[in-house]
């Protein structure tokens, strides 16, 4: 799992979906469980199978959900799924989920704040996007990250 702190919140990236239960030492959080993401990524004899491409939520931590430090809330790239995807889906899905954090770091309250919220969604979906090099041919593995 590669971490990278954006300032308002956590990047993290993973291989496949079980990482982001591990990175947090939870087996269960915001209504997914480890189990079922296994199912779907390792093992799909045990679970349900649930399909994690991204995931942007509030720390598990975070019991009074401020999103604030030392519980930053978190934007998960599952590069595993990525690998089946091209550029143009790989970019939406980033942006799906800056979509999803710019929504959440505004309190859920967006009412006269679109173009602001959508403005930082699409900036902070540029920045990912240049981290991730998805420029090149295909999903880079291990040391993705640009210096």
Do not use: C
């Not at 509030?58 to 995807?85: E, I, Q, R, S, V």
Request: aromatic share 12%; glycine share 6%; hydrophobic share 35%.
């Amino acid at each position: 799992m590669k971490k990278v702190d954006m300032g308002k919140y956590l990047l993290l990236v993973g291989e496949n979906a079980t990482e982001i239960f591990d990175y947090y030492k939870v087996t269960e959080m915001h209504g997914l469980n480890r189990k079922d993401a296994q199912a779907e990524e390792v093992d799909k004899t045990k679970g349900n199978g649930v399909y994690i491409y991204g995931w942007t939520n509030y720390d598990p931590a975070d019991k009074k959900l401020t999103a604030k430090d030392p519980y930053k809330p978190f934007l998960f790239l599952n590069l595993g799924t990525f690998k089946k995807y091209g550029l143009t889906e790989k970019a939406t899905a980033v942006m799906h989920e800056t979509m999803h954090m710019s929504i959440l770091l505004n309190n859920w309250k967006i009412v006269d704040k679109e173009e602001e919220v959508i403005t930082f969604a699409e900036e902070e979906a540029n920045k990912i996007i240049e981290k991730l090099e998805f420029n090149k041919k295909e999903t880079p593995k291990k040391g993705f990250f640009k210096k």
